[in-house]
C-alpha cells in the first residue's frame, strides 16, 4: 500500500493545480486516477462513482481522451466491473457523473470542505 498512498499524495498536490486553474481537462485526468488508487484500496463504489465522473465530462465537454490514458483506464474500469453487479456499477456510474468536478476533486484535498451530499 505504500505505492498507492504516494500516489495519493502525488494526486492530491497535483489536484490543488487543476483546481486553482480550474482545468477541465485536467479534472478528468485526476478523477480517473483517483478512481485507480480507490480500485487499488478495494474502493470499487468510489471508483465507480470517480469513472463515471471522468467519462461523462470528457464526453459532455467533448475533450479528447489520450489513449495512454484509455489503456491505463481499462483495468480500472474492468476490475470494478468484476466486483460490483451491473446495475450496482450503473447507478454509481451515473451518481458520479451527476456530480461538479471541482468540488469532487477539492474533497481530496480538503475532505471537510465539500457539502456531504456530493460524491
Known sequence: MARVDRAEEALAEAITFVVADR????ATYCLEALAAVA????????AARLIGAARSARRRLAIPELTA??????????RVRRVLP????????????????????????????APAAQT
Open 69 to 78: 490514458a484509455a489503456d491505463a483506464a481499462q483495468p480500472v474500469v474492468a
Open 23 to 26: 482545468s477541465v481537462t485536467g
Open 86 to 113: 451491473g446495475s450496482r456499477f450503473t447507478e454509481l456510474w451515473e451518481e458520479g457523473a451527476s456530480c461538479d468536478l471541482f468540488e469532487r476533486l477539492q474533497r481530496v484535498v480538503d475532505p471537510g470542505e
Open 39 to 46: 480500485a487499488a484500496r478495494d474502493d470499487a463504489e468510489d
